[in-house]
T-cell receptor
């Protein structure tokens, strides 16, 4: 079974902290994604990586950066966490051209 | 990216069929129609996809209009476990794409 693993299920951070959300996939997929999900707003794409060291902004990249140094790992970075970044964060991976994307269980981040 | 339009919510009774509609009037010839669902407290999961012909799998059926401007996800016998948010997504067939989700349809299933 394909697995997409997010490092934490729940996280509480303070305003201004630098926050790293880690995502690892075990199927050698080229594409990886970071989304946030908020009530009433659905899933919104933050960043997308189509290969190692390659990234593309999604719909809401402001306040976030990403890192993909190895194919299996895609990190989302909040340089200075703010309360409006309190949200559920979801990571996904997919092979280009394949119909199915695989999602992690999500990280619920609370910034206080 | 071509957009999709879905009803915000739908309701069904257990054991009854459910037809979840999706409009995608600006679909291009190379876009596949994908459906995902998100169960409570979980990440989305793939349900089914198609290009032009109707498709069936163990989870659901996908009926695609002849002009491809709309499609319908069919759950033949809804169970309580089918209560979820269902997303209709258009995805370019080749290369990479951003996998953009809309708001989806929240399906409630009543016993």
């Amino acid at each position: 079974d394909v697995k997409v693993t997010q490092s934490s299920r729940y996280l509480v951070k303070r305003t201004g902290e630098k926050v790293f959300l880690e995502c690892v996939q075990d199927m050698d997929h080229e594409n990886m994604f970071w989304y946030r999900q908020d009530p009433g707003l659905g899933l919104r794409l933050i960043y997308f990586s189509y290969d190692v060291k390659m990234k593309e902004k999604g719909d809401i990249p402001e306040g976030y950066s990403v890192s993909r140094e190895k194919k299996e790992r895609f990190s989302l970075i909040l340089e200075s966490a703010s309360t409006n970044q309190t949200s559920m964060y979801l990571c996904a991976s997919r092979e280009p051209g394949a119909p199915e994307a695989f999602f992690g269980q999500g990280t619920r981040l609370t910034v206080v | 990216d071509a957009k999709t339009t879905q009803p915000n919510s739908m309701e069904s009774n257990e054991e009854e069929p459910v037809h979840l509609p999706c409009n995608h009037s600006t679909i291009s010839g190379t876009d596949y129609i994908h459906w995902y669902r998100q169960l409570p407290s979980q990440g989305p999961e793939y349900v089914i996809h198609g290009l032009t012909s109707n498709v069936n799998n163990r989870m659901a059926s996908l009926a695609i209009a002849e002009d491809r401007k709309s499609s319908t996800l069919i759950l033949h016998r809804a169970t309580l476990r089918d209560a979820a948010v269902y997303y209709c997504i258009l995805m370019f067939s080749g290369g990479y794409n951003k996998l953009i989700f809309g708001a989806g349809t929240r399906l409630a299933v009543h016993p």
